[in-house]
């Protein structure tokens, strides 16, 4: 069974920061992206930033400069460090995991998710 287990979520205030963990298990893939999708104000959830199994990174334009994603191989886990973080960055995270995406910001292509992750960010 596999299982993404998220922490790191919480309250903070803006300019602040916080670091969200994502651990992956349940079985070993050859190659895996993972990282991190957000719930959108309208229609379901929107790319934030994902590292791919060769390094690679992606990150949404409002986030760029701000948030950092980083992975510990070891312990199949990655991280997202939120540094200057905004109101308008309030809502709840999903850490995500495919074996296959061949167009890495696409939540189509990720079928493993975690529960969820809540961040707020007061004014």
């Known amino acids: 069974q596999v299982q993404l287990v998220e922490s790191g979520g919480g309250m903070v205030q803006a300019g602040g920061s916080l670091r969200l963990s994502c651990a992956f298990s349940?079985?070993?893939?050859?190659?895996?992206?993972m990282g991190w999708f957000r719930q959108a104000p309208g229609n379901g959830r929107e790319f934030v930033a994902i590292?791919?199994?060769?390094?690679?990174?992606y990150y949404k334009d409002s986030v760029k400069g701000r948030f950092t994603i980083s992975r510990d191989d070891a312990k199949i886990t990655v991280y997202l460090q939120m540094n200057s973080l905004k109101p308008e960055d309030t809502t709840v995270y999903y850490c995500a995991a495919s074996s296959y995406a061949p167009s890495p910001t696409q939540s189509r292509y990720y079928s493993y998710w975690g529960q969820g992750t809540q961040v707020t960010v007061s004014s």
């Open positions: 590292i791919t199994a060769s390094g690679v990174t």
């Open positions: 349940g079985r070993t893939f050859s190659s895996i992206a």
